[in-house]
């Protein structure tokens, strides 16, 4: 039976974009296609896969201390530490190198509204259709942060887009950005593009870039990492 390999779950309050504030259980999986996890890789991997991210990610994804569920097993194990919470993140690492269409119906028998964090990178078709039936099998909502240049993404579409600043740009992104689903409140169209700072020695800079990038592109809004500020994971 199909495993999949998983860092940590963990429960916390989505701290970035839309849903920030609300609980939700984390699944952090293993791997990422942009960057090996090492930090003595991150120049060679930014320079080898033309990403900017492996410089500054702030994540640890790699396989030491992880585990390996079937989707059954994974969906327990995130009962266990969620309890009532029917909101859950798959995140990484890259989670589309994972997810799949099994996993997808697993978590839905649950009841989670499913959301994941992804680099647009990988096809949500090809990586969410049940090989049995055709049917693609996707999340409820899609985070793309992209970290290649917009003809090099794969995602056919997302909800929300968030670039981290200053390594990339709403410029960079204006096509690729008309892929996102429409959302309205109040009967207008709203959309859900972030400026996320990025996080280390650069913040101050990159804080400055969010707010003055935000205020000549208003359809763009400030994405503050908001559980760093509340302390929590
Ligand atoms: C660790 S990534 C995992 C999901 C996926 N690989 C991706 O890049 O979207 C989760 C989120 O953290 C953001 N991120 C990573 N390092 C960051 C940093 N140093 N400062 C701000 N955001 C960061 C990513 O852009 C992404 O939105
Ligand atoms: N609280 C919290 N919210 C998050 N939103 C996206 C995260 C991620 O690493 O994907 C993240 C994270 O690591 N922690
Ligand atoms: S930000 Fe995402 S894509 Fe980039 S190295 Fe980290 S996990 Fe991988
Ligand atoms: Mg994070």
Redesign the pocket.
């Known amino acids: 039976m199909r495993s999949y390999r998983v860092k940590e779950i963990w429960k916390t309050l989505q701290g970035?974009g839309f849903f920030a504030g609300r609980p939700a259980v984390f699944v952090?999986f293993v791997g990422?296609n942009?960057w090996s996890g090492r930090d003595e890789d991150r120049a060679r991997d930014a320079r080898r896969t033309g990403a900017d991210?492996p410089r500054?990610?702030?994540?640890d994804?790699r396989k030491e201390g992880s585990r390996a569920y079937t989707a059954d097993e994974l969906v327990a194990a995130m009962q266990e530490v969620g309890g009532p919470i029917q909101f859950c993140v798959l995140?990484?690492?890259?989670?589309l190198l994972q997810l799949d269409a099994a996993l997808m119906r697993a978590l839905k028998a649950a009841g989670y509204f499913v959301a994941i964090?992804?680099?647009?990178t990988i096809s949500l078709r090809e990586a969410c259709t049940d090989p049995e039936t055709g049917q693609v099998v996707a999340p409820d909502w899609i985070?793309?942060?992209?970290?290649l240049p917009e003809d090099r993404l794969a995602l056919e579409y997302f909800d929300e887009l968030?670039l981290?600043v200053p390594d990339y740009r709403p410029e960079q992104y204006a096509r690729f950005a008309r892929r996102a689903r429409p959302h309205r409140v109040g009967g207008r169209r709203i959309p859900l593009l972030w400026l996320?700072?990025?996080?280390?020695p650069r913040?101050a800079e990159?804080q400055r870039c969010a707010v003055e990038l935000a205020l000549a592109h208003p359809d763009w809004r400030v994405s503050v990492?908001t559980h760093k500020i509340l302390g929590v994971p």
Do not use: I, Y
Not at 117 to 120: A, D, P, S, V
Not at 143 to 147: H, I, N
Not at 196 to 200: A, L, R, T, V
């Open positions: 970035e952090r990422c942009l991210c500054w990610c702030d994540t994804f995140t990484g690492g890259e989670p964090e992804t680099n647009g985070v793309c942060s992209p970290k968030k981290v996320q700072p990025e996080d280390g913040l990159a990492q």
